[in-house]
């Protein structure tokens, strides 16, 4: 303090704090009275050195995606709508809504890039690649499960069973012999940090092809790239399913293009991996919620209510995380009366502490509640029978969404394909879910069938990433961009340091990496040079550790309460969950169809009916010949007769081939 307050120029540790305070929301009065104490830098040099910040941001993002000259950084971006707030309104300042576009850039690992054939991952391979599907042979096959797909989905659903078996039932006399608490691995990604570089907030004027129209040349302009050189090599951009279909649009009204450079036939869209959970675990919910309106309904609500959950606050698009944390509650609240009915004790006392058994005992109570409730035999059984077979129906439901979730922390890429394989068949049959039906099997398809087994490989290791480098703290790339979309959206608005747009943009947007920046270079009096490494969001969590205490990062995980299954119990046995018919006098319910089943059954009839209707699965692939010179003439641009349009062909197969009495 005595140093800063003898010459302005030993500000090292002022210029920390100044920055510090300006991230953690400290107000500018409070700031004014810490800069007078000798404690921090003035307001206006921490603006100063968050712009200065910014622009070395924007020369990182210039360097790195000029690095590669095959295959390009790969793009990850969100729409991001915000309301900018007058106080007090005049002519030309009015609240206005702020319609834009904001992503990073993610750098695949050097391990990554070491194992793939480079070969593989030039735009000629994936040209080579797309020319294939006009001939590409869809087989329903391509979403079914092989015998190895059966039995892992086999142990996946018993080691749901385990874990609420371990945890709130009982526990075996020794854990050497007892079944696994996780299913065995499919193809696990490396937790090592991702290198990621967030880019600067974009306007965007709506949510049409002229918008994404305009992300794409501000996103080329960010790049400082020529626009043969941005659009003229293979591109992967991540995004949700909206951001993918009006890119699509745009594609089409650009296409023929006289300059194959300047086309966006090079540019590849990923589907978010947490936007196609939250979307297709919302429908699931809905589908499975039932009618809070009847008292005799034993619909999802039925089973919130009895764990304390409001059931209306549930179904509404705001929180997908908490949605899926009350899923599993009820998911799991499910398998744990199932599990004391298995074993008898239904009427028995719910103690805290939880009893021991031989461990055989313990392993065949596991494998007798999976032969009741989820095997083959059990819901053939339960045909006929509503209020059975609608619990059964959702049991398998809930447990695809829960291993889709449970995949995506744990990083395992192909335990999470394989739900999308069992998700690509319910879709066709959950309301509501049109586009994700024909975009999910075209996802599965990119990955496994049409492109080159390195970028397919490339793209599958780049859809989920470890933020904090530690294993089993897996997210999807999506999901990381909406955790900083909160940071800029909600808490430096409502800080009120962050409320114009314009700072926004120029500030903060630049300044909320996942990897750290390079703060401050500055000169002692011995000509040591003093660095700062730091990051905003690392600032406001290393408040703790800079003040001697230890940050803890936690997990939250859903845990059921002692008296949150006191109370399931007793609805449990009040409505009988378990038993085939209803109470006396209640109406039967109405059974609900397996929606798997019932997308098998869709598929065959579009195969028995309609020949290429499965060509949508291929939809927007720009499988053309990309770089021919196409005719300036609208005349020779038309379609030749007796030639018509190259389709994938489908096979059909025969009935017994794709039999429907099971699943």
Not at 8 to 35: D, M
Not at 289 to 299: A, E, H, P, Q, R
Request: charged fraction near 20%; hydrophobic fraction near 35%.
């Amino acid at each position: 303090m005595l140093t800063f307050a003898c010459n302005r120029r030993h500000n090292g540790l002022q210029l920390e704090n100044s920055i510090r305070f300006y991230a953690c929301g400290v107000s500018e009065t409070v700031n004014e009275y810490l800069h007078y104490l000798g404690l921090t830098s003035h307001r206006k040099t921490a603006v100063h050195a968050l712009r200065s910040l910014a622009c070395e941001a924007q020369d990182k993002i210039a360097s790195c995606m000029a690095i590669s000259t095959d295959v390009a950084p790969i793009l990850c971006i969100d729409n991001l709508d915000m309301e900018e707030r007058i106080q007090i309104a005049t002519v030309g300042k009015q609240n206005r809504m702020f319609h834009g576009t904001w992503g990073y850039i993610h750098i695949p690992s050097s391990d990554l890039m070491d194992s793939l054939n480079p070969n593989d991952l030039t735009l000629t391979a994936y040209h080579n690649a797309l020319k294939n599907v006009s001939s590409l042979v869809i087989d329903p096959n391509f979403f079914l499960p092989n015998d190895d797909d059966q039995e892992h989905h086999k142990l996946v659903v018993k080691s749901q069973i385990v874990q609420v078996m371990y945890k709130y039932v009982a526990r075996p006399s020794h854990p050497k012999g007892r079944h696994p608490l996780h299913p065995p691995e499919v193809e696990l990604i490396s937790h090592k940090k991702p290198e990621i570089h967030m880019l600067k907030l974009m306007n965007e004027s709506d949510n049409s092809a002229e918008g994404i129209g305009q992300v794409m040349d501000a996103l080329q302009h960010q790049t400082r790239l020529d626009p043969a050189d941005f659009f003229g090599r293979l591109q992967l951009i991540d995004g949700d399913l909206g951001t993918a279909q009006i890119f699509n649009a745009i594609r089409v009204l650009r296409s023929p293009s006289e300059h194959c450079d300047h086309s966006l036939n090079n540019i590849s869209f990923t589907l978010g991996a947490a936007h196609t959970l939250w979307n297709i675990a919302h429908t699931i919910l809905t589908y499975h919620f039932g009618n809070s309106g009847s008292m005799d309904d034993l619909g999802v609500w039925r089973y919130l209510e009895a764990l304390g959950i409001p059931p209306e606050k549930v179904a509404q698009k705001k929180d997908f995380t908490k949605m899926l944390q009350y899923m599993e509650q009820v998911h799991e609240a499910t398998l744990w009366y199932c599990l004391r009915d298995v074993m008898g004790h239904h009427d028995t006392v719910i103690q805290e502490e939880l009893p021991i058994i031989p461990t055989a005992k313990w392993n065949y109570m596991v494998d007798k509640c999976y032969d009741r409730f989820f095997s083959h035999e059990a819901r053939r059984a339960a045909r006929g029978f509503p209020k059975l077979s609608n619990l059964l129906t959702r049991l398998q439901d809930f447990s695809t969404v829960i291993e889709a979730n449970r995949a995506m922390k744990r990083g395992d890429i192909g335990r999470l394909i394989n739900v999308w394989k069992m998700w690509s068949i319910m879709t066709q049959s959950l309301p509501g879910l049109t586009h994700y039906s024909a975009y999910l099997p075209r996802l599965i398809l990119l990955l496994t069938k049409i492109l080159p087994p390195s970028l397919g490989k490339l793209i599958r290791h780049s859809i989920l990433v470890s933020p904090s480098g530690r294993p089993n703290h897996f997210v999807a790339k999506d999901f990381l961009l909406e955790t900083h979309n909160y940071w800029l959206k909600y808490f430096y608005t409502q800080g009120g340091i962050g409320t114009q747009i314009d700072r926004l943009q120029a500030l903060f947007s630049s300044n909320i990496p996942t990897v750290s920046h390079w703060l401050l270079i500055c000169n002692f009096p011995e000509g040591s040079d003093y660095c700062i490494y730091k990051q905003l969001r690392t600032m406001f969590d290393s408040l703790r550790l800079d003040s001697g205490a230890k940050h803890i990062q936690q997990s939250h995980k859903p845990l059921l309460t002692l008296r949150g299954l006191e109370r399931f119990q007793q609805m449990a046995q009040s409505n009988g969950i378990l038993t085939i018919n209803s109470s006396s006098g209640a109406p039967a319910p109405v059974e609900i169809k397996n929606t798997y089943i019932q997308g098998l059954i869709l598929l065959q009839e579009e195969i028995s009916t309609k020949a290429n209707e499965l060509g949508r699965f291929t939809m927007h692939l720009p499988f053309d010949e990309q770089c021919e010179s196409y005719p300036s003439d609208p005349e020779d641009q038309a379609e030749p007769k007796g030639e018509p349009n190259k389709s994938p062909s489908i096979r059909s197969g025969s009935p017994s081939q794709y039999s429907m009495d099971e699943d």
